[in-house]
């Protein structure tokens, strides 16, 4: 039996499909209008072959694939609304993580990169500006205080700046909801976790859009470790 899925969430725009034949299936995939590429794997028994086509459909409707008849009345994809950077778009950004590859930070932020690669250099910029914002507004004591064993405990005890800073890109990183949170009670700051990698994501994209190396935007307000001095008082 021939299953047909196609995939018109957020960026996607492809059709994905699998048959079985006895011990053998055969998988066709690729974008919406096109013929697409083939593949197909044998085992060696129908039942063993039938577990993995069940597998592999799964994992399809995970990742927002819907079943459909046939591909001749596929609509069009309505072309999405163009919308600026702004903080709404950002935590959009944001919420783009793919967690399921924790472990390998550029996996994580892949989906990330190539929404912002898609935007203006105007709008990677500005979630520069938006990142550092947010970042300056968790410099202080109160929140360099709760970060377990690294936590501030005074002048004459070493403190990693670096590392305070990386605890509060892990607080972005983790959405909205658990910015504001830790912003409002900051006994909420993480444990022991940072993420480092958000810090680069802007200018990563900044490159790629513009085809450059080693460049860098450089925002208003810093996001380094003590630049928030009324919270440090």
């Known amino acids: 039996m021939k299953r047909i899925f196609i995939n018109q969430t957020e960026d996607s725009n492809k059709f994905w499909i699998i048959e079985q034949f006895d011990e053998k299936y055969i998988v066709q995939w690729g974008k919406l209008g096109t013929d697409g ?9 129908k039942a063993e072959c039938s577990k993995e086509i069940e597998k592999l ?32 778009v ?8 793919n967690w399921k590859k ?11 990169l190539k929404k912002l690669v898609s935007m203006t250099v105007e709008d990677i910029k500005q979630f520069a500006e938006i990142l550092a914002s947010k970042l300056y507004e968790l410099d202080g004591l109160i929140y360099a205080s709760n970060i377990g064993p690294d936590s501030y405990k005074g002048e ?20 909205k909801d658990f910015f504001y949170d830790v912003l409002a009670y900051p006994t909420n ?19 790629k ?19 928030n001095t009324e919270k440090w008082k």
């Open 57 to 88: 459909i799964k994992e399809k409707i995970n990742k927002g694939y819907s079943e459909t008849n046939d591909l001749t009345n596929i609509p069009n994809k309505p072309i999405s609304e163009y919308k600026p950077m702004d903080e709404e």
């Open 189 to 207: 700051m993480p444990k022991e976790m940072d993420f480092e990698a958000l810090l680069y994501l802007a200018d990563e994209a900044y490159n």
């Open 156 to 175: 004459n005890e070493f403190f990693s700046t670096d590392y305070f800073l990386y605890v509060r890109c892990c607080v972005v990183a983790n959405g």
């Open 90 to 97: 950002f935590w959009q950004i944001i919420s783009s993580f």
């Open 102 to 112: 924790t472990g390998d930070d550029d996996a994580v932020l892949r989906p990330a």
């Open 209 to 227: 859009k513009l085809k450059t190396e080693g460049e860098f935007i450089e925002t208003k307000l810093s996001f380094e470790t003590f630049s």
């Open 37 to 45: 590429r083939c593949n197909e794997k044998e085992f060696s028994t």
